[in-house]
């Protein structure tokens, strides 16, 4: 049975990534934690219920994150990956301002305070 999805999905690695993300963006969006890199059987599972969804790929700045965002690209091409920069290196330790500036650059609402924040 396929789990029907909200129409924006945000793929993050870990669940203090999601915490993180969940706290800051206003509108309904779901947000789907990999836990590390995927298995080819698993990954084909996960495009499946992506296929029609607005997908953004946020993982982390480092070699397992660049590993997952490969995969992405190459299975699921229309996806837009959003980039946190390499100074922070992971999603869940990145300023609250930065990921805020990160997701409204792609048109993702979110709070405004977390913006005043920086």
Known sequence: MK???LE???IVEGKSDKRKVEN???EPIE???TNGT???SKLDELIDILIDKDVYILVDADAAGEKLRRQFKS???EA???YIDKMYKEVATAPEHHL???LIGADIDIYTEFLDRG
């Open 3 to 5: 789990r029907e999805l």
């Open 8 to 10: 924006k999905v945000i």
């Open 24 to 26: 800051i963006i206003r």
């Open 31 to 33: 947000i789907i934690c």
């Open 38 to 40: 995927l298995g080819l």
């Open 75 to 77: 299975e699921l091409p």
């Open 80 to 82: 837009e990956h959003l």
């Open 100 to 102: 805020a500036t990160v």
